[in-house]
């Protein structure tokens, strides 16, 4: 790894603005937050995975992988970031290195993609991406892409997080740390206005931001720029103007908000979208900032007022589901969307959450859950897909949610799952994205399909499968409750 | 046939090609309660499992030895090492399957050289087969790494034996199905043969509901099947791919083999079937008589639609062959194909020039095609040239059921055509009333005399919407006035 990686590692890792952080000694804090990772048990992402996903939604700008085809050719196209205006960031990019490349160095080859690129796509910057296979023959991206540059007169910004840095979050920082070095301050914006804020960590993922979006339009407030949702290129350059930045909460790039404090001394605060207390809380907050900073203060009233009316409109909406959904138990596994956030709107939808997850969580979130939702708040610190499919199976829970990954051990259990990470298919950004949760889980939970899949075959052979290792624990008892449920009943009324 | 051509591009935009290890990963997916492990830093694993996610919609098996930046320059023993104890541990494979990566090939970890190590230290994986093969990303593409990983199960676990005269070996390319390797199963039982699958993907990622919970693959080839591969009579096998996988059997246990560049389409299941048939003594069964049959009925109906259209296709080499040469019998002009990787099927293949690239040589090529035929990458060449665009092979994201889809055998070649056929008619240009309007010249000079007036009142009302803009470039109340 260069020097220079390195100390950028270490620099992530001093980050004041980390809670996690500031509980640690200085030795503690030096050794940096990525613990090692376990061989044969690990999971997720790598650092260029982490970078690419945080700079990635910069959707005007094109974005090129230095490496071998695995990196690129194995995970483009693959997320739902949306933009409304280019779409060249869904085109893949990468140098697909060679043998040759892995020997003599693939700098030159990398040079050429960044002409071609230009030369085809005339994008008004090119982010390229460090891998670990050109990292460790040695390959400079940041002199290449210094040369490119003056070459041809565009930005081509390195962003060096090789995968084997580190985990994903690490790369998120990384590739925040390229906007910090190379592009943020480096365009003034066309005019500003003392309603100008900057969105960072968000993403647009399923078009969420515009279910945001709207209430600050009414309000006045203009997003200079979203770093980096339904970015562009030339106002993340621009940002440095804003008045107030709002770090959505999942703390990714919490290293944009600090040092852009410290270099043009824009105050920032940490918000969620997700919840409706908490969406009314950073409308509260963004017009506090932004009138401390000198915008009129008749913003603060219009502020309530518009929180007024939609917090009110939400809870109508959701209280329609109440009926339906009183007492189901929702399992919620999760580090992307804040565990507690969405804790409210399932309580208010009359549901019981019978276990979160905190595996992400930091202190002060596990306070807050254990505020909402009392000292018996059942917190989970680390669940094995089998425990997780026990509980399922067993129905000490009526649904899942959860990230992808982890949805087959629901739907192989039978029971209803919701994606709620970041390959959802549906927003649920701000007021309406509450509502929009409570709906979606109503669908699921009360999907007739349910009673299908648990009705067992009448010749008694259900479930079995091809050399299955071990057989099921208790298959005929699961079989059994399965079966009552379906008629409604519950498994003692069964009558044998 | 086609002659090869490399693309020159430094930059590869809209990349058709996968990596090695995912290829080999997909492999040692097929086999019975299995681990497979790429040899690497933890991105390369989660990207390949999000992929063989997203297009089975199952549960992948799919470990890594997580290596980070020390532990790459010091070399990865101690990852191998902790990756194999704790892979046992956790989920008690039967078999564990390494698979290299770009970054441990570029720093040259020895890892068959570690592997015994590993041996001598932990007696208790004593019970558990591993199976290495060398797969950088850097080399070769998705297909390269499937077959070099079938070819390391054969070479690590397969030993001579007797020959049963009713056994044979099985070994599907990567571009089967599970709904076609249990075509083929169907076809080879059908003749009182007994087949050997492998990798047999059918048991593992066909999408049913296992009665518990595993960490390993459920279902596939099973160990002993493996090594009662040493028995078969023969080996078959579907795809150039696997020819050097036949080769090694025929070398460890002198097994005959016959290796089938496709079995899509008619004339080479023909074949399949004589030879199955010389094989055990036992006519073709009436089944495939009708199939076959029906196959030929199912290509009448449908060169309607295929013949003289022109596509550009882009997959792995095996695929293209097998779909190319079909849409080719049935009348289809290959206007361009693109594949990621060397291999001798292109020789087969009937078009001019097969070009190793990406998916924006496809679409560059593209624009004056009928049909695109790739993988779902290929839905926003689509999207942006609004053409058809046939999904095939892996990965394919946004459609389900892949598992189930066919297209081998004469059932298998028939799905194939319906499915061309019907979306070349779904996208086939409707005609409206308003489509052939006359000249401004034309009406003039035909609304000139009042005795002409007349005819074009006709037709004017003969359009039943009125509200189509094709035939109002008159004024309808002129007309309407003149008529009365
Ligand atoms: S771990 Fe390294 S080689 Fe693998 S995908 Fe990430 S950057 Fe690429």
Redesign the interface.
Known sequence: ?SVSLKAKIAEVFEEPGCDKNQGKSEKERKKGCTK??????????????GAKIALQPIADVAH?VH????????????RHSASSHS?IY??????????L??IYGGEK??F??????LE?YDPPAIFVYQT??T???GDDIEAVCQRASEKFGKPVIPVNA??????KNLGNKLGAEALLDYVIGTVEPEFTTPYDINIIGEYNLVGELWQVKPLLDALGIRVLSCISGDGRYNEVASAHRAKVNMMVCSKSMINIATKMEQRWGIPYFEGSFYGIGDMSDTLRQIAKLLVQQGAPDDLLERTERLIEVEEARAWKRIAHYKQRLAGKRVLLITGGVKSWSVVAALQEGGMEIVGTSIKKSTKEDKEKIKEIMGDDAHMIDDMT??EM??MLRDARADIMLSG??SQ??AL???MPWLDINQERYYPYGGYEGMVELVKQIDRALFNPVWQQ?RIAAPWGDD???????????K?LDFLATAAARSLGLEPEEVPV | MANVVESKKACAVNPLKMSQPLGASFAFMGLDACMPVMHGSQGCTSFGLVLLVRHFKEAIPLQTTAMNEVTSILGGYDNIEAALVNIYKRAAPKVIAICSTGLTETKGDDVDGYIVTVRKRKPELADTEIIYVSTPDYVGGFEDGYQHAVTAIVKTLVKPLPVRADQVTLLPGSHLTPADIDELREIIEAFGLNPIVLPDISGSLDGHIPPDWRGTTIGGTTLEQIRAAGASALTIGIGEQTREAALALQEIAGTPMEVYERLTGLEVNDRLLQRLSALSGNPVPAKYRRQRSQLLDAMLDGHFYTGGIKVAIAAEPDLLLAVGSLLHEMGAELRCCISTTKSAAHALLPAEQVLLGDLEDLEQAAADCDLLVTHSHGRQAAERLHKPLLRIGFPVFDRIGNAHRRMVGYRGTMDLIFSIANLMLENMDHHHAGDWPLTPEALRAATTTSARMADVTVTAGSCSTGSCGGCAPSNPTDLAEASV
Do not use: H
């Open positions: 790894m090692q990772l376990n061989p044969g048990a690990a999971a997720g992402g790598c650092a260029f995975d090129l490496g071998p085809i695995a990196c690129e050719g194995n995970s483009w196209d693959n779409q869904r085109s893949g990019f990468t140098t697909d290195i060679n043998e490349d892995v080859r990398l050429k993609s960044i002409r071609e690129i085809k670990c296979v990292a460790l023959v090789p995968g084997f840095a580190g985990p897909p089998r499919y026990a992808g990954r087959f051990v192989k259990a039978r899949v479930g079995e499968t091809l050399g299955a290792v071990q057989p099921a624990a298959p």
